[in-house]
């Protein structure tokens, strides 16, 4: 449930929420007594955040406050109290071409302990058209309740994980105009501390969770979108990423075996008989220890007013591939979905 409300220059949006997920893994369908898996979830929370206008920029100030819940037959009984606050500010200078935000906001997880993540934001508008932009950043993660307590024939959790710390910078290049939107740029993420699944050697049947030290991850990115036609619009885009340990490792890394080396994906987007839309998304995937892969999918949308309804098949080709850990992923599946929005004045 959200609320949104403006005075004058001061802005408040404000939100509370239950979210609730879960899912159970068979190893065999028919005789689900071999090995199964049973995790129910609940996180239960609200958020704060507001921005004031005045003559020095934007400042903005947000707090969220979250309690999470897990039942499951193999992690256990766990839950934790979140509670984050941000702050932030918004310069423009040289009649809003060079923009500044920087940030910092603060974490508290009751059974990890404190965290902060400064940040800045800079972008630079040559003309209407043309702008240069970059962003550095602190982040962290802290290990999941899978990485700490997961339990299989395959895979032992690591209750004294510690949490994941990294910095990630990005500078990229962007031109845009009414109906061409394009984007260049490189990033790098350097991790300490990172947390991986691990073996020490091939015949080993055991994935250990281990901190595996420092990590390096190099990239590029490509993007385009188009917009043709008032009906027709398409879209394409490249992604490399180079994974890198920074110093000898004497085991064998799942990630690392798993890891997305090139991503081409492309979209063709139609508009039809007023409500409706057409979507076709086609993926290549490269990993760097796995075979590349093709996928092909499809939706179909009809929305009017507040309505809307729409069916998705994914992996239209039923292409065979396995994605994580090696598992293999569904073959041909369909979705259905509707939504309606109610408007509360």
Known sequence: MAHRQSFGKFKLNSNIYWRRGQDMYLYNRKKPEIYRNMHIGNNVGGEVNSSYKWGLGTTGLGVELRKEFLASNNLGNRKRFVSQVFLEHYFSFFNNKLNISPGISWANYSNEGNFFYPGLDVGYNFNANN????????????????????????????????????????????????????KVSGFLRSSNNSIDWIKTSVNDPIWYAQNVGDTEIKGIELEVNHQLLNWLKYSVGYTYLDNDFKEPKDFISRYTLDNLKHQFTAKLETKFLKYFTNELVYRYNDRLNLTSYNLLDEKISYAKKDFSVYVLINNITNTKYTEAFGVQMPSRWFHLGFSYNINIK
Do not use: C, W
């Open 131 to 182: 702008k240069v932009y970059g962003n550095i950043s602190k982040v962290h993660r802290v290990p999941t309740f899978t990485d700490l307590f997961y339990v299989s024939k395959t895979e032992q959790g690591n209750p004294f994980l510690t949490p994941e710390n990294a910095v990630y910078a990005e500078i990229g290049y962007q031109f845009q105009t009414k109906n061409i939107l394009a």
